[in-house]
């Protein structure tokens, strides 16, 4: 029996090992998130960076190791657990806008806030909001197979977004984004996290967008590797 995380992590995982099908992911990754952080994970393709977020956002069961959300154990919970966990508790953007698509745009948004209980006409007022703050106000009414990638994406991460969970999963989040577009949506997710002080954990193999975390943890083949020499001359 272990001592439970520390009192200021958000997350504490120790020594998580995952397994895809035999095919090892993550071989013992230990790492605390504080609360109000937003920590990067960067590493090259195929480094573990999704399979670590997918261990912290209770989507994957870890095969060893232990997951913390404040002093609740994750690891222990069973696939319902899990689900209530994500729903209640953490908001996810993924490298694809997987949004409902016979929803419009605001629908969309609205969605996890009333999953949580919010009135119709609150709902729809913050989707609204958040569609403005991600520049697809605009988008309000149209449903995904009427937008482009880039639009789509951008409602994405309002849906992550509007409900304030207290921690966002953010998993390559820009990567169907214009060159242009990358910062702005990242600059726009960061200010969100900041000013409503949300815990923001995003995977990126770009370590150009990991400049806007406040600390980086680097994965090479799985396991925590000392911090990229480039971000390290550059100070961060
Ligand atoms: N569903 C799966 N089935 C089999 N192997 C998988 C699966 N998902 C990931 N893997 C393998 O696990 C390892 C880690 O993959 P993971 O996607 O976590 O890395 P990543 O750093 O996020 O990569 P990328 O930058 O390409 O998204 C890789 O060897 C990958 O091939």
């Given at each position: ?29 230990s ?11 960067t590493?090259?393709?195929?480094s573990?960076?999704?399979?670590l ?6 989507q ?11 002093s609740a ?34 629908e969309?948004?609205?969605?996890p806030?009333?999953l ?38 951008r409602?994405a991460?309002?849906?992550a ?12 989040p820009?990567?169907?984004l214009h ?43 799985g ?5 990229p ?8």
């Amino acid at each position: 029996m272990s001592a439970a995380p520390p009192d200021n992590d958000v997350l504490w995982a120790r020594g998580i090992v995952k397994s895809h099908h035999g095919t090892p992911a993550l071989r013992g990754v230990s790492l605390g998130v504080r609360e109000g952080e937003m920590l990067a994970v960067t590493g090259p393709r195929g480094s573990g960076k999704s399979t670590l977020l997918g261990c912290l956002s209770a989507q994957l069961p870890v095969d060893e190791g232990e997951v913390w959300f404040h002093s609740a154990p994750v690891h222990t919970l069973g696939r319902a657990g899990r689900e209530k966990l994500r729903r209640e508790r953490f908001g996810y953007v993924g490298p694809e806008p997987h949004l409902v698509p016979e929803l419009t745009a605001r629908e969309n948004v609205a969605l996890p806030l009333l999953l949580a209980g919010a009135g119709h006409r609150a709902a729809y007022r913050a989707a609204g909001e958040w569609l403005e703050r991600l520049d697809v106000a605009d988008c309000a009414k149209l449903r995904p197979a009427d937008l482009q990638q880039d639009r789509r994406q951008r409602i994405a991460v309002a849906r992550a977004l509007a409900a304030e969970p207290p921690v966002v999963f953010a998993d390559d989040p820009t990567a169907p984004l214009h060159r242009d577009a990358r910062e702005q949506v990242l600059r726009i997710l960061a200010s969100a996290a900041r000013s409503h002080g949300l815990t923001l954990v995003l995977a990126t193999h770009d370590p150009a967008l990991a400049r806007f975390a406040d600390r980086t943890v680097h994965l090479v083949d799985g396991r925590i590797a000392p911090e990229p020499a480039a971000a390290v001359a550059a100070g961060h």
